[in-house]
């Protein structure tokens, strides 16, 4: 009698709902965010955004460190990324700063809309693009602003104004540029710096701890400006990269000129 194939006992899932966990909860920071500030509790609002952009940054790693990528995964973060730093921020922008136009008359209250969501669907094409040439960028660099970085300037622009006793309806002016101008640099072909490239498990200088410390005490300090003014010069890197590699590009002699 010949011996039985053992069968082979199937290797359990459900490790996979770790890494997903992650992205459900930045996922429901964004949907927080949301209501929060349909409540009129704007910092709040702000803070749920960047606990969603941490946890954003926790749920791949999870997934690498235990081996349990997936191809769900990967979309399924793709349309958390679309709530947390698309639709949460641009509704939040909204509900403080940009609803208040229509008190200057219709035009105006829809450009207010309108600037709200020229943002929510520069992010969706932002990830679609995203998407599509994950196996083809250059992993050092991004094509266009991130969304998490977006949605954290906007944020800490709130977050900051709303805690020096500003409210939205003195910036309504405003907000209309800042939520284009952003969302705009979400779809352009600047390159911004990936920090995928940094070392996270092997050595790292001592210079690299000082300078963690020179960082972290600020933000421990006055979070709100420091954030805005770390992801406000992020924003500004692009362009400033992109033009100055252009620049040095062109001065450059030909091969074979004379």
């Known amino acids: 009698m010949s ?51 941490l946890l954003d940054g926790i749920d791949g790693r999870v997934a690498r460190l235990t081996h349990t990528q997936s191809e769900f995964g ?23 700063s940009l609803s208040g136009l229509k008190e200057f008359g219709p035009l105006p209250a829809k450009i207010g809309w309108a600037a709200a969501f ?17 196996g083809v960028a250059d992993k050092r660099y991004f094509q266009g602003l991130p969304s998490p970085a977006a949605a954290a300037v906007c944020m800490s622009f709130v977050w900051s104004m709303d805690s020096w006793g500003f409210s939205g309806a003195e910036l309504d002016v405003v907000m209309p540029f800042m939520a284009v101008i952003v969302g705009l640099l979400m779809v352009s072909r600047f390159r911004y710096y990936s920090f995928k490239s940094l070392p996270m498990a092997d050595k790292v200088p001592f210079l690299w701890i000082l300078v963690a410390v020179l960082i972290l005490v600020p933000l421990f300090v006055d979070p709100p400006r420091v954030l805005l003014v770390v992801f406000s010069l992020y924003l500004l890197s692009g362009p400033i990269v992109t033009l100055w590699g252009l620049a040095t590009h062109r001065k450059r002699p030909r091969r074979g000129a004379v």
């Open 118 to 134: 020229i943002y929510a669907v520069c992010a969706a094409l932002r990830l679609a693009r995203f998407n599509t040439q994950v």
């Open 3 to 53: 011996e039985t194939t053992p069968v082979r006992v199937p290797r359990h899932r459900g490790i996979y709902l770790l890494p997903n966990l992650f992205t459900t909860g930045a996922m429901f920071a964004g949907f927080y965010a949301i209501v929060v500030s349909i409540s009129g509790h704007f910092t709040d609002a702000a803070i749920a955004v960047f606990v969603a952009a």
């Open 74 to 96: 990967v979309q399924y973060d793709s349309l958390s990324d679309l709530v947390s730093f698309g639709l949460a921020p641009s509704l939040v922008m909204y509900n403080w």
